[in-house]
């Protein structure tokens, strides 16, 4: 680890793909750096659901010259965080894990990063730049309604078959909880989907075609429109789109009605971002914030936009950055 004395030329926020990515740039670079990360290598990916196969194929996801091995066609989300930090051990990337980044301080030239560990020991690294590529899967879209807290209810999906033989209601009508509906079905639960719109939308291509024939058979049920009024520990009460009320009985809530990134660090800072869709305002080449020395990297560039910018093309952003930082040092 850096001493706090040390003036270092990035503090890299976030190790996920694009943070990654900018790490192995910098590395090239010959720039000093740290990495640092609130969880472990990929947290972020390892809040996907367990039996994720991923859409893209390995070489759309592989950093620099490591390759992505996979016992499919497609990676599952074991193998790509098994990949990332097969990464950082391979290219001896300056990764610190279990940092939380509570504040940054300063300026271009001169930045004082704050964190914490996961058992409450504080950190200070100081850098001439900064970037913020921490993702924008941190604060669930919560419902709002009497009983969200209690305990038969989540707002991440986790494994399947841990809801076998057990009454699940999924909200939500995009693409993770379409998936998590046909995931659980087919691990033996009983699922019903209540979604505020008539429709479903943003499915893959191969997820429509699939939940629409379990509805059809009568395996999933769907109760489209429909918005939930209240949990309780046995039931949900819905209120239906022609305004009847309707109580389903449930086990489990999996409420999945999208995320939005954690800003704090953005208003620290003041970099400038937009409140609804929570993008903030960066140069679309350089990936330089409106603050001098910050950059923002990865899908928190989308903000809470999340079918823009995937790992695809999020791991792109580092050379780009490291360029101009390099331009401007």
Not at 36 to 42: D, F, I, P, Q
């Amino acid at each position: 680890m850096s001493s706090a004395l040390d003036v270092l030329d990035l503090v890299i926020v976030g190790a996920g793909p694009s943070g990654l990515a900018t790490s192995l740039a910098a590395q090239q670079a010959g720039l000093r750096q740290v990495v640092l990360e609130r969880g472990g290598v990929a947290e972020n990916i390892r809040r996907f659901p367990a039996n994720l196969v991923f859409y893209s194929t390995p070489d759309l996801l592989e950093l620099g010259d490591v390759p992505l091995i996979c016992s499919g066609a497609k990676p599952t989300r074991r193998e790509a965080v098994a990949y990332y930090t097969r990464v950082v051990a391979a290219r001896q990337l300056p990764v610190e894990t279990y940092q939380t980044v509570t504040r940054i301080a300063g300026q271009a030239g001169d930045f004082t990063v704050s964190a914490v560990s996961h058992v409450g020991q504080p950190s200070q690294w100081r850098a001439r730049a900064v970037v913020l590529a921490f993702g924008a899967y941190d604060v669930p879209n919560r419902l709002g309604v009497p009983g969200e807290e209690l305990p038969h209810v989540s707002h991440f999906f986790d494994e399947p078959e841990r809801y076998h033989g057990r009454r699940v209601l999924i909200v939500g009508g995009k693409g993770s909880a379409a998936e998590a509906a046909l995931l659980v079905w087919r691990a033996g639960g009983q699922v019903t989907i209540s979604y505020r719109r008539p429709a479903f939308s943003g499915l893959k291509y191969w997820i429509g075609p699939d939940l629409e024939n379990r509805i059809r058979e009568g395996s999933i049920q769907a109760l489209l429109p429909s918005v939930v009024e209240c949990i309780e520990p046995t039931n949900v009460l819905l209120r239906l789109g022609d305004d009847r009320p309707l109580r389903v009985p449930t086990d489990f809530v999996l409420a999945l009605t999208g995320y939005e990134p954690l800003l704090e660090l953005f208003d620290q800072l003041g970099v400038s971002y937009d409140p609804q869709s929570k993008r903030p305002v960066v140069d679309p080449v350089s990936h330089l914030s409106n603050v001098p020395g910050v950059y923002v990297a990865g899908c928190i560039c989308a903000g809470n936009i999340g079918n823009e910018i995937f790992i695809e093309n999020g791991r792109t952003h580092g050379a780009p950055i490291v360029e101009h930082y390099g331009q401007t040092r």
